[in-house]
């Protein structure tokens, strides 16, 4: 089952307008949040995290917000930027086996 | 090595051959993943070594799909009588420590595997 879940598979915005990218999870015993980002033709690279005992994490233009009651995360970019287009994965953890658990991705494209 | 390394990067073969993929992780990193994103997919896990030992296996997708590790280091990722289906980008990731997940994963190029 599918304990990670990022349900926009697309975002589109305007260069210098603010990107939001949201991830639901159902596993409540989940602690720690991360969001990668994935050029093509390479690995995801890691972003930025969140740990359970926080809200909000910032660091430069990405921001992300963990909302524990309602299982959700999200992660803000401000400003957008062309070459934040990328697909961009939400991680979460740790599962039974102490690893994490990964969305389908969000594929962002900032225009110009 | 300064990164997870990946070999090849790219592999092209025939249906029903066999093929295996090599991941060299981080330098110190106990734990390594393997993890396979097909065309227009998320990424989907495949198996977890911590050590030379895979806690946890579930993701490999059917017995024809192997992996090992030697040394606490180098894996190799096997996949015998190979189907088309199995034609996707096959990720390697390390962490320094596994099962416990504030250790970031840090992944590899990729390995591109075509099977015609």
């Known amino acids: 089952d599918q304990q990670v879940k990022q349900n926009s598979p697309s975002l589109s915005v305007q260069e210098g307008r603010i990107s939001i990218l949201n991830c639901d999870y159902t596993?409540?015993?989940?602690?720690?949040f991360l969001w990668y980002k994935k050029y093509p033709a390479e690995g995801p690279t890691f972003l930025i995290s969140?740990?359970?005992?926080?809200d909000k994490n910032e660091d430069g233009r990405f921001t992300v917000f963990l909302n524990k009651s309602a299982k959700h995360l999200s992660l803000h970019i401000v400003p957008s930027q062309p070459g934040d287009s990328a697909v961009y994965f939400c991680?979460?953890?740790?599962?039974?086996?102490?690893?994490?658990?990964f969305g389908a991705g969000t594929q962002v494209v900032v225009t110009p | 090595g300064a990164g997870v390394s990946q070999s090849p990067s790219n592999k092209v073969t025939e249906k029903g051959k066999d093929v295996e993929l090599r991941c060299d992780p981080i330098s110190g990193h106990t734990a390594l993943y393997w993890y396979r994103q097909s065309l227009g997919q998320g990424l989907e896990f495949l198996i977890y070594f911590q050590g030379n030992s895979a806690p946890d296996k579930s993701g490999l997708p059917s017995d024809r799909f192997s992996a090992e590790r030697t040394g606490g280091s180098v894996s190799t990722l096997t996949i015998q009588r190979t189907q088309q289906e199995d034609s996707a980008v096959y990720l390697c990731?390390?962490?320094?420590?596994?099962?416990?997940?504030?250790?970031?994963?840090?992944f590899g190029p990729g390995t591109r595997l075509t099977v015609l």
């Open positions: 991680a979460a953890g740790p599962d039974s086996w102490g690893k994490l658990q």
């Open positions: 596993n409540s015993m989940f602690d720690y």
């Open positions: 969140i740990s359970s005992i926080k």
């Open positions: 990731a390390s962490s320094r420590e596994g099962g416990l997940v504030s250790n970031t994963q840090y």
